[in-house]
């Protein structure tokens, strides 16, 4: 699993409202190409920079 995934799992598991949020932009932008989904973008959480 990356470090950015695991980072966007900790922190829905600490905050329900930014689950809601990350899983709201998982269904719009599942299965769409970037330009499909550039209407999801607005709505997706904002995720720390994570360094590798």
């Known amino acids: 699993m990356s470090s950015c ?3 966007c799992e900790d ?3 600490a905050d329900s409202s930014y689950q809601e ?3 709201a932009c998982t269904e ?3 299965d769409r190409t970037c330009k499909e ?5 607005a709505s997706c ?7 590798t």
């Open 21 to 23: 949020s990350a899983a």
């Open 28 to 30: 719009c932008t599942d």
């Open 11 to 13: 922190k829905a598991d």
């Open 5 to 7: 995934t695991s980072e």
């Open 45 to 51: 959480p904002d995720m720390p920079a994570v360094s």
């Open 37 to 41: 989904a550039e209407h999801c973008w």
